[in-house]
């Protein structure tokens, strides 16, 4: 099913045209890449770069074991499982504080891919665009941004990053979004996306407006069955 999902979610991005693309380093995040980037009509020859910053939340003793197990041990602890640590297991907030580092990461990477050289703080390098409409395309809000970055994780992982991006980034929703969508698990293969403005201050690109476009959508598996919860997908 893992396989079909992929598929399906190249070809839903097909007409896309990526400028980047991160993927965690596990093995089933690149095949998910490999898979997109194989039916995309636009990116061929990108480069994928793999980033261990970008890897499954880890779960000590949990890890590898039903989920079921994991829920135990929550309950057994008197905590929601979504808010858990088990034994030997990564806090959410070293989880927040790798996706951090990732940003800060890609922000770099893409300033020198994309800019020949740093602007005067006062002159965002990524100029913000207006606010798209959002019309349940595969499009959605990528229109005319020049840069667009694909990238390849882990639903734990996407699920910390995405509640980073709005609670500790404010990122504006889109109207109509409740927040408990906002904090839902990432469906497998699931897309996320979100239109960043960055501001070079001192050499170093910041963000200074996050518009979120949709989150979690999963309309290309819509004729797929027994879709699960475990790596997503992430648009900027």
Request: charged letters at 20%.
């Amino acid at each position: 099913m893992g396989l079909q999902q992929a598929e399906a979610a190249g070809q839903y991005l097909q007409d896309l045209r990526f400028t980047n693309v991160f993927v965690s380093n596990l093995q089933r995040a690149i095949q998910t890449a490999e898979i997109i980037l194989r039916n995309n009509l636009h990116s061929a020859g990108i480069e994928m770069v793999l980033d261990p910053l970008l890897r499954e939340r880890g779960f000590g003793v949990a890890e590898g074991r039903p989920k079921e197990d994991m829920k135990n041990m929550a309950n057994a602890a008197g905590q929601a499982c979504r808010d858990f640590t088990p034994p030997g297991g990564e806090t959410l907030d070293e989880v927040k504080t790798r996706f951090r580092k990732f940003l800060k990461s890609m922000f770099q990477r893409m300033l020198i891919d994309h800019c020949s050289s740093a602007r005067p703080s006062t002159s965002p390098e990524f100029p913000e665009l207006p606010l798209p409409t959002i019309a349940g395309l595969a499009n959605d809000g990528v229109e005319n941004l020049r840069t667009h970055a694909l990238v390849v994780s882990h639903g734990a992982f996407i699920r910390v990053a995405v509640r980073h991006l709005v609670d500790g980034l404010n990122c504006s929703l889109p109207e109509g979004l409740k927040m408990s969508q906002v904090y839902s698990a990432c469906p497998n293969t699931g897309i996320c996306r979100f239109v960043i403005t960055l501001q070079v201050e001192e050499n170093i690109p910041r963000p200074v407006a996050i518009h979120c476009i949709f989150i979690n959508r999963k309309d290309h598996l819509a004729s797929l069955k027994g879709s699960s919860s475990k790596d997503g997908l992430s648009s900027h």
